[in-house]
T-cell receptor, first 113, second 116 residues
Framework: DVKVTQSSRYLVKRTGEKVFLECVQDMDHENMFWYRQDPGLGLRLIYF???????EKGDIPEGYSVSREKKERFSLILESASTNQTSMYLC????????????FGDGTRLSIL | AQTVTQSQPEMSVQEAETVTLSCTYD???????LFWYKQPPSRQMILVIRQEAYKQQNATENRFSVNFQKAAKSFSLKISDSQLGDTAMYFCAFVDGGTSYGKLTFGQGTILTVHP
């Protein structure tokens, strides 16, 4: 089975802190994605990566950056956390073609105080 | 840009009955894929069913089937013989079949509760 592992289920940080969310997949997937999930808004794409060191902005990249130094690992960085970034964050991975389903991690519920 | 709309924020159904979740989408693309994902309470999101736009036949996976109406841009999910374990949030999602790297556009989600 595909395993997508997110480093934390729950995280509490303070405004202005630099926050790192880590995601690791074990299926040699080319694509990796970061979403945030908010009630009534579904999942919105923050950033994605289709190869090592390659990244592209999604629909809501402001306030976030990402890093993909190794194929299996994709990190989401909140440069200076703000309260409006309190949310559920989901990582996903997939093979390279569009018809392949994405496999999701358990999610990280992040609270910024 | 593509959009996906799920107009039913919440639905409920009795165990063993059938329920249909609605989804509409908007796109100018002709080559695309549609998915339904399920997110049980406090658990991982998983794929329920997938439909290729070029296939006229509706996809079926055991108790789950879709009604894909390409001209109407509608993609509803039918769950037959509902079970308590079907209680979850369900998301409809769209992906462009071109060089989109599999980027999904999700609907807002529908919370389904199955009652005993």
């Amino acid at each position: 089975d595909v395993k997508v592992t997110q480093s934390s289920r729950y995280l509490v940080k303070r405004t202005g802190e630099k926050v790192f969310l880590e995601c690791v997949q074990d299926m040699d997937h080319e694509n990796m994605f970061w979403y945030r999930q908010d009630p009534g808004l579904g999942l919105r794409l923050i950033y994605f990566s289709y190869d090592v060191k390659m990244k592209e902005k999604g629909d809501i990249p402001e306030g976030y950056s990402v890093s993909r130094e190794k194929k299996e690992r994709f990190s989401l960085i909140l440069e200076s956390a703000s309260t409006n970034q309190t949310s559920m964050y989901l990582c996903a991975s997939s093979f390279g073609t569009s018809n392949q389903p994405q496999h999701f991690g358990d999610g990280t519920r992040l609270s910024i105080l | 840009a593509q959009t996906v709309t799920q107009s039913q924020p919440e639905m409920s159904v009795q165990e063993a009955e059938t329920v249909t979740l609605s989804c509409t989408y908007d796109t100018s693309e002709n080559n695309y894929y549609l998915f339904w994902y399920k997110q049980p309470p406090s658990r991982q999101m998983i794929l329920v069913i997938r439909q290729e736009a070029y296939k006229q036949q509706n996809a079926t996976e055991n108790r789950f089937s879709v009604n894909f109406q390409k001209a109407a841009k509608s993609f509803s999910l039918k769950i037959s013989d509902s079970q308590l374990g079907d209680t979850a949030m369900y998301f409809c999602a769209f992906v462009d079949g071109g060089t989109s790297y599999g980027k999904l556009t999700f609907g807002q989600g529908t919370i389904l509760t199955v009652h005993p």
